[in-house]
């Protein structure tokens, strides 16, 4: 069984040139995530199926996840003039962190009993930015889960064979599972 | 290998009388399509060339849901996803927030699990079988055998959770409600009755030349294309891969059970088929051993805090093995008492996506017993 | 022997019946044809048809009741028992499943997503109950209602059937030359679906 750094150390040994990062993930279930580069994912895709050593030549999952625009609220130190004396000061300033949106994979070796490995691929911005690399060349089970990615979410998935909505009708117009969503006719339930 | 977008009727053949392509739509309403599930065939004759399957008719918006529910308030909701077996779908959702919010289970509830589950593989099994037969022509009869045994493990879990279907039986940290008196001797005389139930069942099936000829060689599905395509269950076992979850991640206290895989070697819908009654009698092994060994003690964790569950934030992927596949639950926490998001990983629907390349080359009426050898609920393709 | 009166002393009936005399009315004879042989449709939507199919297989067996005949196509069946949520996909077709049966038909909303959604009320993809765009007969409660419970509601279909008065006002719509038999078919629009609802069952 590899941890995931040896995972990672594996993949930059073998395929130079690639950006990876660790994502951690603070739950006791400890199942930190990869995140790729789009320009490699399909070859780091590749690598990890075909490794010898790796061989997680099943893709169980595929999800996409909205991560909106969000305003935060930091304390920062500035210099100001106060009573004619320049003093460090504290202020409230507001900094926007980017929307984007993610695409995020479990893989398993049936092979070798090991997994699940995580990758996670996100988008430039969740407007005009929304394309990401297709990983269905490479694991056939994401052909559905992606479509669905592109339905509910607007991931524009590129190297797709057939990529249309999976769930909602051809001429829908939303992408529901989006955080700002609003449905045309109803909102909350009445109690 | 997959096909371009579907052509609207091309153009003729070829040969001297020049006929056509025939497109036509299976379901969504159609009495062996399993639920609301459509499939676009174009037929050559009666050889398919090109079939699309069209998803959506059931689409509930249950993650969506989700996410403004409490983590507790879902698990009704995933009684609903496979709407056959509500206490695998309750069992993979609660392990999955376990793993999240790092949770213990006594002992007693683990077994409780594997008792219920067991029984929901069983008469899983047996209806598949039933609806299979059906499909094939056998109008009724398989089916109503398979339905009279279900209605028996279905009285156990009425008296159990208070319900037929729709048991909302396990919580985070154990089960809800623990078994009433006489519940063992009846579930131990049910699991009894069910072997010769099964050599009846079989004894009038599997050598029966209709569907010896009806399934051989039918819908063959290779094991790289298995693997590849992300098939789990039983359909992934008939093709010859040994991976079943219960196996592999031995969760739960399945460690403590003395069970066997079975394989298929072909990979064709007769080894689907009989794939799943040898899971049924090896589901009878893991009962048996599991009603004897029940301990006694405590169904819930009692520092569990059910009503206002807020985990840390955080994600998770906790995964069974449900009777159809492998079934996933992925949640993530931003620490509110709602998950940020809740993703059902469906094994009907990643199981769909070989139908076309089962399906092509064999008639049209082999297209309907393909699609039932796969064991899809639409609760769980669509959700 | 049938009499041209409209309604038959019940009492009357009972001792003449004992007595190896049957008197009935036109109407009652009608009624009790149709009531005792109702084909439903083979149409299940979600969950409650797995309630539905145990209805009708051996232990509560519909068959008793007179609707065992499941038919597949709408042009044989009488009943249509919508079992399970209508999503706005599915809506256009159960309307026009409905259209193409032939008059007189009728329509039980079996479980809580039929009636009004229910527990998936909130689904952007979720009819709020089909009797937006279907006239309902017999609503039954429950998630999924028993298979008693589908009986007793077909039982209740009974009843009313067994009450049609065939002329007058409140007669059925197949001896109705004025009543509408199809009904209009939503269509998919670009956020929701587009087409008039039935007046009567307006969102609350």
Known sequence: MHTLEQIMARVTAALPGVRLEVIPNASPANQASLLLDHEHAREIAKFLRDDPDLRFDYASNATGVDWPEKTVKEKVKVKKIIDGVEKEAEELAERKTPGFLEAVYHLYSMALGQGPLILRLRTGNRTDRVALPSLTPIWRSCEFQEREIFDLFGIEFQGHPDLRRLLMWDNFADHPMRKDYAPADHQEAKP | MIAPPPQLSAPGIGDSVGHDLLEVSLGPH?????????????????????????????????????????YLASIPYTDRLDYMCSMTNNWAYVLSVEKLAGLAVPERAEYLRVIVAELTRLFNHACLAGFLLQDMGALGTPMMYAFREREKILDLFESLSGSRMMCNYMRFGGCRCDLPAGWLEQAAKVAADFAPFLDQFEALLSENEILRARCEGVGVLPRDLAVNAGVTGPGLRASGVNYDIRKVDQYGVYSRFKFRVPLGGRGDVFDRYMVRILEMRESLRILD??????????????????????????????????????????????????????????????????????????????????????????????? | MTVGMALMNEELQNQLSRQGVVLTTVQELYNWGRKNSLWPLQFGLACCAIEMIAASMARFDMARFGAEVFRPSPRQADLMIVSGTVTKKMAPQVVRLYNQMPEPKYVIAMGACAICGGPFRDGYNVLRGIDLYLPVDVYIPGCPPRPEALLDGLIALQKKIAAQRLTGAGRPRHLDANAPGEFPVPEYGAHDLVGPRLPAAEET
């Open chain 2, 289 to 383: 051993q599991a009603l004897r060994d029940l301990p006694a003690g405590a169904i819930l964790n009692p520092r569990v805090k059910l009503r206002n569950l807020r985990p840390k934030a955080g994600e998770a992927y906790g995964r069974i093995e449900a009777p159809k596949g492998e079934l996933g639950f992925y949640l993530i926490s931003d620490g509110g008492p709602a998950p940020y998001r809740y993703r059902v990983r469906p094994p009907s629907l990643v199981n769909l996506t070989v139908l076309e390349d089962m399906c092509l080359g064999h008639a049209i009426a082999d297209v309907v017993i393909i699609l039932g050898s796969i064991d899809i609920v639409l609760g769980e393709v669509d959700r």
């Open chain 2, 30 to 70: 159609h009495p062996s399509t399993h639920g609301v599930f459509r499939m676009d065939v174009v037929l050559d004759g009666e050889t398919v060339v090109k079939l699309t399957p069209v998803f959506g008719y059931l689409h509930r918006n249950h993650e969506k849901i989700a996410e403004k529910n409490s």
